[in-house]
């Protein structure tokens, strides 16, 4: 605090001195979230713990009503999200609760994964439908669009298959996916589009991402395996969540129920007044725009919004 009030005596005046600077122009406010350094520190309102990142892209619990940040970029940055719930009642895969076998074998690991998972062997036993299924079946509408995001361990098959399946028809949506590539193997319970699988280079984990479109109401059994007809190939599942709407959120640890993760609700403390407002992303990267208004101490922006830094400089300076 002292550090920024040091580099903002002189508002909109020209010097020569602050790292904020541009052509002298000093900003009238400063939100750093990665070296901590704020004109007027934020604070923020959130009705229960969630989940941000350290620097080795592991999962770090924030409590209620404090900041949570994402140490795993280049710089760090704040997470802001608005509300969103996990359906799936059992987000960390666990045999016994919540999570069970369909035709494969399993094991339970203790990994520690993302500093969050325990994680589930998922052994072929000679078929590519054998699996392991999230027990409790959430609801899903006609036409509405649902996000699913898992995380797994490839292990030697490379490879993971996700089912989701109309248990009242008997009929399911398909996918494989491989690093860099996915195929379709069937939109029986719904469509499926965006599927793709990311590694995240910490723990051997990659993260599965795709939207499902149900064509039906009534219940949905998801289920993660190894898509292989050889026995013994395996994965390790480590946990998952489905969310309403297309959009992906951060992970919603889930335990017993469906969980509801309330908003990250920021007070800026920013200045009235018209100003040309600067955003530094986690990667360095850098957006403009000019002649903001604020009239409420909020300044404008979309969620999710990760910023590392964000200043505000006289209307004009950008």
């Known amino acids: 605090m002292q550090a920024a009030a040091r ?3 002189m508002i909109g005046a020209r010097s020569a001195g602050s790292p904020y600077e541009i052509g002298g122009i000093e900003p009238v406010a400063v ?3 990665d070296a901590g350094v704020f004109s007027a ?4 309102s959130r009705a229960a713990p969630t989940y941000g990142f350290d620097a080795a892209g592991r999962f ?4 209620a009503d404090s900041l949570r940040l994402d140490a795993r970029g280049a710089l760090s940055c704040a997470v802001i999200e608005d509300a969103a719930t996990n359906l799936l009642r059992y987000a960390v895969a666990d045999l016994g609760a919540g999570w069970s076998a369909n035709g494969a074998s399993t094991s339970p690991r203790v990994l520690g994964a993302l500093g969050l998972f325990p994680g589930v062997g998922v052994r072929s036993n000679g078929a590519i439908w054998h699996r392991l299924i999230h027990s409790d079946e959430p609801a899903v509408q006609v036409g509405a669009t649902y996000h699913l995001s898992a995380f797994v361990c490839l292990d030697a098959v490379g490879k993971v298959l996700v089912t989701l399946r ?6 399911e949506s398909r996918v494989e996916l491989v690093p860099g590539s996915t195929q379709m193997l069937g939109t029986g319970a719904g469509s499926l589009s965006g599927a793709g699988l990311r590694d995240l280079e910490v723990d051997g984990v990659h993260r599965v991402d795709l939207d499902f ?3 039906f109401n009534g219940t949905l059994s998801v289920g993660f395996g190894p898509g292989s007809a050889v026995s013994g190939d395996e994965i390790t599942m480590l946990g998952a969540q489905i969310e309403v709407g297309p959009a992906r959120s951060s992970f919603i640890a889930s335990a017993g129920a469906a969980m509801y993760r309330p908003p990250d609700l920021m007070d800026w403390k920013a200045p009235a007044g018209i100003w040309d407002m600067r955003v530094v992303g986690a990667d360095g990267a850098v957006s403009d725009t000019p002649a903001i208004s604020v009239t409420d101490g909020q300044i404008p922006h979309g969620l999710p919004f990760a910023p590392a830094r964000v200043l505000l400089y ?3 300076t950008l």
């Open 7 to 9: 580099y903002l005596m």
């Open 31 to 33: 939100w750093d979230f």
């Open 41 to 44: 520190a934020p604070s923020v």
């Open 60 to 63: 770090v619990l924030s409590p």
């Open 166 to 171: 109309n248990m009242a028809a008997g009929v």
């Open 213 to 215: 479109t149900a064509n």
């Open 314 to 316: 006289p209307a004009g």
